[in-house]
């Protein structure tokens, strides 16, 4: 049987995931020899995330256990599951890509961001492309499912929902604290470098075109429990 490799990716979802199911466990736990086992799990979490480099030495160890432990709710508010972010593939007459030069990383990327209380994840979008990249767009459809761990994302895990927008308005304009620079593209002359490394942008330009695309989500990966 060939040996299979292990990849730093690897080694974060299985952290994130520990993490997850201590952090739960010490949510709804009132036993305290529980308590220290869901601890010893978050502390053996924490040495593979800093060990698969998940945040470039920024943090070692203690400082991940700690900002675990202090983010540990009670009861159903303390279940951990991912957060949500909502993203937006918009085009314009010309069939090129809105793109957004992120502020934290310098990546490439189509307009996103968190989803905010009190709002639809459709109003989210229309919100987040305007502050972001300045122009105004209407929702059509969803187009995306993805998953951020997968994604090699850092930071929090979070599933992320894309919808195709219509752009009716606006002008473009980069937010001065969270793009560098924003701008229409075409397909064959994209800025770098992407965000996930690009394995969107087939899709997107797709979605563009008029083109008919299922949803397009992460597929369960074989025995995922084990996996």
């Known amino acids: 049987m060939p040996e299979k490799m292990v990849t730093d990716l690897d080694l974060v979802r299985w952290s994130e995931a520990l993490a997850g199911i201590a952090r739960t466990g010490l949510a709804f736990t009132e036993s305290l020899y529980e308590q220290e086992r869901f601890e010893e799990i978050l502390k053996v979490a924490a040495d593979i995330r800093v060990a698969a480099g998940h945040d470039e030495g920024r943090f070692d160890e203690k400082e991940v256990l700690a900002g675990w432990l202090d983010s540990v709710g009670h009861g159903v508010a303390g279940y951990v599951t991912p957060k949500v972010a909502v993203g937006a593939i918009v085009g314009n007459d010309d069939g090129e890509l809105l793109l957004i030069q992120r502020g934290d990383s310098g990546v490439w990327l189509y307009p996103t961001g968190w989803a905010d209380v009190g ?46 927008c219509r752009a009716v308005g606006g002008g473009l304009r ?54």
């Open 174 to 227: 980069a937010h001065p604290l969270e793009t560098r620079d924003v701008g229409w593209f075409a397909e064959d002359a994209l800025p770098e470098p992407l965000a996930g490394g690009g394995h969107w942008k087939y899709m997107a330009f797709k979605a563009i075109r008029g083109e008919p695309i299922d949803v397009v989500f992460d597929t369960p990966r074989p025995a995922i429990w084990r996996s």
């Open 119 to 164: 709002y639809s994840a459709a109003e989210v979008v229309v919100k987040e492309v305007e502050e972001e990249a300045g122009i105004l767009v209407e929702p059509v459809r969803l187009v995306a499912v993805f998953d951020g761990l997968r994604l090699g994302a850092r930071g929090l895990p979070f599933y992320s929902l894309v919808f195709q």
